[in-house]
Each structure stands twice: as structure tokens, then as C-alpha cells.
């Protein structure tokens, strides 16, 4: 850097410095000074700016940040038992192995289709109450006509008079029909229990369904299909967000994590209770066909073996004839 250069980075001091040896000892002590100053200033606003952006990151983290103390991860983590278990089910073994019979999806409509109605009823009378406004998205969610439409597909025009609902489904209904009149606060557990839950899986249990009944089309799977939720992932952020947000006690909290547990076991039970009906009906069928099977063998037996026809034939005779001697 030449001497003029050197100069203009200098404050003007008026005088300016002389262009003698003495004058340029002290010109470079200045300029050196200068200089040392100039880094160490920029490196701390560097330091400081670092600083900043690393606290605004982490307030940014903070705010999307799912904490321990948050309803939705409290949940998770009282069901995860359950959870397990309900996955276990031989009801939810057979649906994952691809082994669901159109027996078997068609009963576990009907016991959908009654839960759902009871849970969207107590959800629709009660959606002006703080604790359910959060969680409360009939367009997006609602199951009850998805339901109407694949029952009516596989039972008929009056499908009504044909469902049939075992006794730890009516059991599951009255507890959110009790629940939904005495305090609808706890409809928030069976809600994020059975939404959440059908829109995590639901496009795969769809696919499982249409392959395992060998259905050509998605008539009959409408269930399984949530048009109003384009991103299945995203919405369940907000919905858990939203349930976050709900203002409960420590009683109140504490409650709601019981009935949590109580919907996933009233789940449990529901698929247990599917799974013997069906059991029950297929041992039935397959008595009801070792039956048939025995009785055609017998009808084989005599129409095509001549020794079974000829002892058969002698067999009638001599009852004719003794029937004829005993008459007489």
C-alpha cells in the first residue's frame, strides 16, 4: 500500500503527518492502532450478530416445539400401551396381513358407523363449548356419510335394518353418548383416539382393503378417504396445535388422559369382540360344510357303488317280506 493510500485511511487531522522519519514512526503506531481497532470492532458486531441469530433460531424452534407438558404428547405417551395392544388385535393382525374377509370389513363398518355417529352427534351438540372449538372440523374430518355410502354399497338400499352391532360396540356408543350430556370436554380424548388414528391409516388400510376383497374400484371404500384434508400430515400438526392450545386444570388434564386411555380400551374391546363373532360365524360355516361335504359323500356312496345299491336293495326286500309276514 503506497504512503498516499495510507494517508486517506487516516482521520484528517488538519495538519496532517509529516513526511519525516519521526513522523512516520508515528504514522505507522497510528495506523497499526487503527487497524487492531477496526478488527476487533467488526469481529464483535460479527460475534453479536451470531449471537442474535442464533436466539432468534432458537425462539423460532421454541414456538413449533412440541413439548413434554403439551396435551398431545401427554396422550401419546398414557396410550402407548394401549396403543400397542389395539395394533395387536387379531382383528388389526388379520387387516395388516392382507387376511380381511368381506364378513369381517362389512361388521367392522357397522360398528364404525355407530361410533361415529354418537361421537359427530355429541361433537355437533356440543361445538360451542371452549374445550371442543379448538378441535372441531366436521368438513374436514366427519365420518358418519362416508359410512352411509359404503354400507349402503355392500348391504343395499336398506341397510339400516340389517346392521348388527355387538355388545362392546353399544358399549363404546353409550359411554360417548354419557360423556357428550355430562361433560363434552372429554369428547377431545375420542376424537384425536379415532380421527387421528383413521387418517394416519387410512389411505393404507384403504389399499389393503381394495386388494384383500378384490374390489375393481373405491366404491365401497369412501372410509378411508379424507378429500377435505390434502395433506394428511400437516393437519394432524395443526390439529394437535389446536388441542394444545385448549385451557384445562391440573384435574381437568388429568381426566381428560384417563378417558384417553378409556377410549383407546374401549377400542380394544370393540375388535375383540368383532374378531369372536367371526370366529363363531366361520366355525359355523365350516361345521355347516363338513355337514354337506359328509352328505354328498353318502349320496355318492350309494348312487355309484353297486355292492352299497345291491346290500341296500336286499336290506329293503327282506323288510318287505318279514313286514309282509308279521301283517299277515
Not at 382383528?91 to 370389513?105: A, F, P, R, V, W
Not at 400437516?234 to 386444570?249: A, E, G, H, P
Not at 366355525?283 to 357303488?305: C, P, R, S, W
Request: proline share 3%.
Amino acid at each position: 500500500m503506497s504512503q498516499q493510500s495510507q494517508f486517506l485511511l487516516l482521520p484528517n487531522s488538519g495538519a496532517g503527518y509529516k513526511k519525516s522519519t519521526e513522523s512516520q514512526t508515528v504514522y505507522n503506531s497510528k495506523l497499526k492502532e487503527d487497524r487492531e481497532e477496526a478488527v476487533g470492532y467488526f469481529i464483535l458486531q460479527i460475534h453479536r450478530r451470531t449471537q442474535d441469530m442464533e436466539v432468534t433460531k432458537s425462539s423460532r424452534r421454541d414456538d413449533t416445539k412440541i413439548t413434554d407438558s403439551d396435551l398431545s404428547e401427554q396422550i401419546k405417551a398414557v396410550t402407548k400401551d394401549s396403543h400397542v395392544r389395539a395394533e395387536n388385535t387379531q382383528l388389526m393382525l388379520n387387516y395388516q396381513k392382507g387376511e380381511i374377509t368381506l364378513s369381517q370389513y362389512k361388521l367392522l363398518l357397522c360398528s364404525l358407523y355407530e361410533v361415529y355417529r354418537a361421537l359427530e352427534d355429541e361433537l355437533d351438540r356440543s361445538a360451542s363449548h371452549p374445550s371442543v372449538v379448538p378441535i372441531y372440523f366436521p368438513q374436514e374430518l366427519a365420518r358418519v356419510e362416508t359410512l352411509e355410502e359404503d354400507l349402503e354399497h355392500f348391504l343395499g338400499p336398506h341397510w339400516r335394518k340389517r346392521i348388527t352391532v355387538p355388545a362392546a360396540t353399544q358399549r363404546y356408543v353409550q359411554r360417548l353418548r354419557e360423556i357428550g350430556k355430562q361433560n363434552p370436554r372429554l369428547l377431545v380424548a375420542h376424537a384425536y383416539t379415532r380421527y387421528l388414528g383413521d387418517l394416519s391409516g387410512g389411505q393404507v388400510l384403504g389399499r389393503i382393503t381394495q386388494k384383500s376383497l378384490g374390489l375393481s374400484s373405491k366404491e365401497g371404500l369412501s372410509f378411508f378417504s379424507f378429500p377435505g384434508v390434502p395433506s394428511p400430515n400437516r393437519f394432524k400438526q395443526l390439529y394437535r396445535s389446536r388441542m394444545n392450545s385448549i385451557d384445562l386444570t391440573k384435574e381437568e388434564r388429568k381426566e381428560l388422559l384417563d378417558e384417553a386411555v378409556a377410549a383407546f380400551e374401549a377400542n380394544i374391546e370393540m375388535f375383540d369382540d368383532l374378531q369372536k363373532i367371526l370366529s363363531l360365524t366361520e366355525d359355523t360355516d365350516v361345521l355347516k360344510k363338513d355337514e354337506t361335504t359328509a352328505t354328498n359323500q353318502k349320496t355318492i356312496l350309494y348312487q355309484y357303488h353297486p355292492i352299497f345299491q345291491f346290500t341296500v336293495g336286499v336290506c329293503v326286500a327282506l323288510a318287505t317280506v318279514g313286514m309282509g309276514i308279521y301283517a299277515f
